[in-house]
């Protein structure tokens, strides 16, 4: 091999390591970066994969809603679930599963009921669109078997069940509680002491009572006493002081 071969194949071998180098460092750097911001490069990523995700910011592509703080998410028939998000869940109660960052927040509340003498019973929790659209689809058949079809079977099932994505449920930071002396979910609820404690209360935990009584024009749900939704504290404080509905304090009506 001659000499200029030589030093041509090392300046070669040089350049190929220093792009290596290089290569490694952006790589490394690109690793920190994206375990500083979260993964995706965004805390408040706009698109879910249906992989559950601990959010900071809620943001759905699909409305015309700006992004707001997790708990602050709102989902309803007007404004579904975004798609593909799932919340990272955790058991709470027993069985249960909400979002995992309101566990403490339901756990400290159902104790300090107890406290009291009372037996709150959670009956529903989170809910995935799929367990949804199960409920949903049986329903219709119902409807179907009751002489109903096509639309009008969808349209009666939808006045009973929600239609799939536009529950609560969906988010994890909603719950259905009752009395343990009295199970039904309708009206006579609000006259159980557990009702009573829960909603004189529940702001100090960040819940607010979600479907008020005389509410149905705004939130489109029947009033349900049973029906509690995390906030955060700030913001159910406010809501249970001026008796408003989610919608309202959300700007959504
Ligand atoms: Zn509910």
């Not at 449920?169 to 557990?194: C, F, K, M, R, W």
């Amino acid at each position: 091999m001659n000499k200029r071969k030589v030093v041509f194949r090392r300046r070669l071998a040089v350049s190929a390591a220093a792009l290596a180098v290089l290569a490694l460092l952006f790589i490394l750097l690109r690793t920190v970066w994206g375990l500083m911001t979260g993964a995706g490069g965004s805390p408040a990523a706009a698109h879910y994969t249906g992989e559950p995700v601990s959010i900071s910011e809620y943001d759905n592509s699909a409305d015309d809603r700006p992004a707001v703080e997790w708990n602050l998410m709102l989902v309803n028939e007007k404004y579904p679930l975004a798609e593909g998000y799932v919340p990272v869940l955790a058991t709470v109660d027993g069985r249960w599963e909400v979002d995992e960052r309101i566990v403490d927040s339901v756990a400290e509340m159902l104790a300090d009921c107890r406290k009291e003498g009372l037996e709150p019973l959670i009956c529903s929790a989170y809910r995935s669109v799929d367990k949804q659209e199960e409920l949903f689809v049986s329903r219709i058949a119902r409807s179907e078997g009751d002489g109903l079809d096509g639309d009008a079977a969808v349209a009666s099932a939808a006045t009973v069940v929600a239609v799939p994505g536009a529950s609560e449920h969906h988010t994890g930071l909603a719950l259905d509680i009752v009395s343990n002396g009295y199970q039904l979910l309708d009206e006579g609820q609000e006259g159980t002491p557990e009702n009573q404690w829960l909603r004189e209360h529940c702001a100090d935990y960040g819940f607010i009572l979600r479907y008020p009584v005389g509410s149905t024009d705004e939130t489109g749900i029947i009033y349900e006493p049973w029906h509690f939704r995390y906030v955060g504290k700030k913001a159910a404080k406010e809501i249970m002081e001026r008796g408003i509905t989610f919608e309202a304090y959300s700007g959504a009506v």
